[in-house]
Nanobody, 124 residues
C-alpha cells in the first residue's frame, strides 16, 4: 500500500522559513513525479510545486515562485519543499502527491496518490 507522509509543518512568523518533507513508500520512487499542493481554510486546493521523476524539471505556482524550492532525494524516497519569506497567505494544509512517469499534467490535481497533509500557519 502506497503511503505518502508529510512533515515539517508548523507555526512560523511572516518572513520566516520552513522545509516540508514527504516520505514515500513507493517501491520505485524514482519512477514517479511528485507534487505539492495546498488548501487554505474555505479555499480550493491549489498547485504549489512539482518535480519530475529525475528531478530534472520543476514547476512552481506564481504565488510561490522565487520563494520556494522543490527537490527530491531518490535514495531516501523523499521530496522536499523549502519555503522562504513566508506570508500569511501561505497558511494552509500542504499535501504531497505522486504520479507515474507517464503522467504529464503535473500542475493539475490528477495525481494517483496523496498524503494526509501537514499544517503550515504563518502569523503576521
Amino acid at each position: 500500500q502506497v503511503q505518502l507522509v508529510e512533515s515539517g509543518g508548523g507555526l512560523v512568523q511572516a518572513g520566516g522559513s520552513l522545509r516540508l518533507s514527504c516520505a514515500a513508500s513507493l517501491r520505485t520512487f524514482d519512477s514517479y513525479h511528485m507534487g505539492w499542493f495546498r488548501q487554505g481554510t474555505g479555499k480550493e486546493r491549489e498547485f504549489v510545486a512539482a518535480i519530475t521523476w529525475s528531478g530534472g524539471t520543476t514547476y512552481y505556482a506564481d504565488s510561490v515562485r522565487g520563494r520556494s524550492t522543490i527537490s527530491r532525494d531518490n535514495v531516501k524516497n523523499t521530496v522536499y519543499l523549502q519555503m522562504n519569506s513566508l506570508k500569511a497567505e501561505d497558511t494552509a494544509v500542504y499535501y504531497c502527491a505522486a504520479a507515474p512517469r507517464s503522467f504529464y499534467y503535473l500542475t493539475t490535481e490528477r495525481y494517483d496518490y496523496w498524503g494526509q497533509g501537514t499544517q503550515v500557519t504563518v502569523s503576521s
